[in-house]
C-alpha cells in the first residue's frame, strides 16, 4: 500500500519488455533468434574479490516491524505489515481504518 504521494517515489522497470511487437529491436532486426550466445560474447576482464562486496544492492532495507527485507526502494515497511496497519509502506502515513477489519494476527 502507498499513499497517492509516493506514488512517484516508486521503482520504474529497467527496460522495456524486448518481445512485445512495438519493440525497437524487433523492427530493426537486430535481435539475434535462436543464435549462439557464446560466439559473440566478449570475454570479460579477471575480476577480483573487491568488486563483489561493492556491489549495488537495490533491496538491502528491512521492515521496521518484523525485519524481513522490503521488495520496494526507500520502503520502511514490507507489504504485509503495511498491508495489516493500514499505512503507506514508504511514507508510514495511515492511508487506511482498519479497526472494523478481520486482520490476521500473523
Do not use: W
Request: charged share 25%; net charge positive; hydrophobic share 25%.
Amino acid at each position: 500500500m502507498v499513499c497517492t504521494k509516493c506514488e512517484k517515489k516508486l521503482s520504474k522497470v529497467a527496460a522495456p519488455d524486448p518481445f512485445k511487437s512495438s519493440s525497437a529491436s524487433i523492427k530493426e532486426g537486430s535481435r539475434n533468434v535462436g543464435g549462439s550466445k557464446l560466439i559473440g560474447k566478449p570475454k570479460a576482464p579477471s575480476t577480483s574479490s573487491t568488486s563483489k562486496t561493492t556491489r549495488f544492492q537495490p533491496y538491502a532495507g528491512k521492515c521496521k516491524d518484523c525485519k524481513q527485507t522490503v521488495t520496494q526502494n526507500r520502503a520502511k515497511y514490507c507489504h504485509g505489515c503495511a498491508f495489516k496497519k493500514g499505512i503507506c509502506s514508504i511514507c508510514g502515513k495511515q492511508i487506511l481504518d482498519t479497526s472494523g477489519y478481520s486482520m490476521s494476527a500473523k
